[in-house]
């Protein structure tokens, strides 16, 4: 029994561990952001440029680009080998609790001028200090991406990153950490690396690795259209970004027009509706 005990203390004081080196990073980030002060409200309009697009400057623009990204996508959900549209039971209430929590760090780093929305692009309507085409961001983003995860676990069933999973996520997690303390001073770019590194660090230590190996390879192929669609959003097609970014609190480096926080951002968001859904599937 003594034994019984003694397993059960080491038990709860690993699992005890485990939670506070997922809670730490968090707790860093509420901090920053408790003690954040707006040093500049300037915001980038000057972006590189991929192609210039003269029926973009519109502000029906951001609209657009949702009914883009979900009508090719709703018309495929019903093909008979995918069936994407028996997944949207477990897929909309995953989308719904992540993207509320999303939408909150949106909302507060609108307010702290971190980021804001160019009005020449979008209908004029705002609530809770985002455009309602953010409120569909969210949403409509989220719905597209995932059905390409669906579709290669279908059409690529053989998990070709089995082997490779833990290595590629310690890395993420190490990089991720450290950029996140060298990059304080950047708000968006510290908040995006710490939390992305404390959710990896719990799938890590919690979730199945198949979830992991899965979801960076249907990533991989999730850069293409997000690099497009997120493309537009930061000016790589129009005269100015949609999102216009405070130059002090990210890094600047761009692929394209995209800055990078926004690809680990993406990436954070992804995995955790994706991981959601899944852990539906079981319950």
Avoid at 66 to 89: C, M
Wanted: hydrophobic share 55%.
């Amino acid at each position: 029994m003594e034994k019984a005990i003694t397993k059960n203390t080491s038990w709860d004081r690993n699992r005890g561990i485990k939670i506070g080196g997922i809670l730490l990073p968090i707790l860093l980030v509420a901090v920053q952001w408790i003690t954040y002060e707006r040093l500049t409200d300037e915001l980038i309009y000057d972006v590189p440029k991929t192609l210039d697009v003269p029926a973009f400057e519109t502000n029906w623009l951001y609209l657009f680009l949702h009914l883009f990204a979900v009508i090719p996508v709703f018309a495929l959900s019903f093909d008979k080998r995918v069936h994407y549209h028996t997944h949207w039971k477990r897929l909309f209430p995953a989308v719904a609790i992540v993207a509320a929590l999303f939408i909150m760090w949106d909302v507060i780093f609108t307010e702290m001028n971190v980021w804001n929305f160019n009005e020449k692009y979008f209908l004029g309507v705002r609530f809770l200090s985002l455009p309602i085409e953010e409120w569909l961001f969210f949403f409509t983003i989220p719905f597209a991406s995932i059905f390409i995860y669906e579709c290669l676990n279908y059409y690529v069933p053989k998990d070709y990153l089995a082997t490779s999973e833990k290595g590629i996520t310690v890395f993420l997690i190490a990089t991720l950490v450290i950029g996140g303390f060298v990059f304080w001073n950047k708000i968006y770019t510290s908040t995006t690396f710490l939390l992305t590194a404390a959710f990896l660090l719990y799938h890590l230590l919690f979730l199945p690795a198949k979830q992991r190996s899965r979801f960076y390879l249907a990533f991989l192929v999730i850069l293409i259209p997000f690099t497009l669609v997120d493309g537009v959003l930061t000016g790589g097609y129009t005269i100015a970004p949609i999102v216009l970014y405070n130059p002090l609190e990210f890094l600047d480096f761009r692929i394209f027009s995209v800055p990078l926080e926004d690809y680990i951002y993406g990436f954070l968001m992804l995995l955790g509706m994706i991981s959601l859904k899944e852990r539906q599937k079981k319950a």
